[in-house]
């Protein structure tokens, strides 16, 4: 199979001690293509962490982890997305209701502009997988922890120790998220979700009745597959799916983002269509 490569450039800002600020120099990420623009199958076997899991991690010879630029929720156009999971819907499939087709028509012209991700605020549901500087999974045992780069310092938290929802949930980014394992699959029930981000970097609204099933597992090395599923009666019909694969960074670690510091004109970033 024929191999091309590209690059996707990242540029950043490192905390040095305390309070002195070193420009990253620009460096380059190699992404592994095959054809029809579809990650190459990394050969080498998934590895497994000390609980029996399927490691979403990377190993001490080989480190790095996972970018999310590539694929939709919903794909558009005449095919899906070369990276999208075969599940996902084409756009023209999602049950909009009509308040909510509008908004998502609305934001779309925009392009993009006011995405609450561009203004710092934390990003639940896929949207979080859809950061530009990467994003680790941790398995802890008893929680996972999803951590980003290019977001605010903060991290979503999914319990795996067989406990309940609370009776009462405050609503919030990430909302409230319970996890279980099926084979080597992490099942992830999230509720308890406020209004204040968007679903995905596509822009697709919300209401605080969202419910969300994701599904996240690694079919080799070089690819997570993440599969959500929205049930939210407020601004759709029906529960629909979607979802898309991460491809593996080699040699991507975490390093101290500063979102926006200091941005004193946040109203001029318009989208790439204005």
Request: negative net charge.
């Amino acid at each position: 199979m024929k191999i091309k490569t590209t690059y996707k450039a990242k540029i950043c800002s490192l905390i040095i001690g305390v309070s002195t600020l070193v420009p990253c120099s620009l460096f380059l990420v190699p992404l592994a293509l095959g054809q029809g623009g579809a990650p190459e199958i990394d050969p080498m076997p998934v590895p497994r962490n000390e609980f029996g899991h399927p490691s979403f991690a990377g190993t001490p010879d080989r480190i790095g982890n996972w970018q999310g630029l590539l694929g939709t929720l919903a794909s558009r156009g005449t095919e899906p997305s070369a990276f999208n999971i075969p599940e996902g819907l084409m756009y023209d499939e999602v049950p909009f209701q009509p308040w909510a087709a509008e908004l998502h028509a609305e934001r779309r012209a925009k392009g993009g502009a006011y995405d609450p991700h561009t203004r710092c605020k934390p990003s639940g549901v896929a949207r979080m997988f859809h950061t530009p500087y990467g994003m680790e999974i941790l398995d802890l045992g008893e929680e996972v922890l999803f951590v980003n780069v290019g977001a605010p310092h903060s991290w979503r938290r999914v319990w795996v120790d067989g406990r309940d929802f609370p009776e009462t949930l405050n609503p919030s980014w990430y909302g409230y998220s319970i996890g279980h394992w099926e084979d080597d699959t992490l099942v992830v029930e999230t509720r308890g979700f406020h209004t204040g981000f968007w679903i995905s970097r596509g822009g697709y609204p919300h209401t605080e009745q969202l419910t969300t099933i994701e599904k996240f597992s690694r079919p080799d090395w070089g690819r997570l597959r993440y599969e959500v599923t929205i049930d939210d009666p407020g601004a759709y019909t029906q529960p629909w799916t979607g979802g898309w694969y991460l491809t593996w960074g080699d040699g991507v670690e975490p390093f101290d983002y500063l979102c926006q510091e200091n941005n004193l004109d946040p109203d001029r970033m318009l989208g790439i269509d204005q």
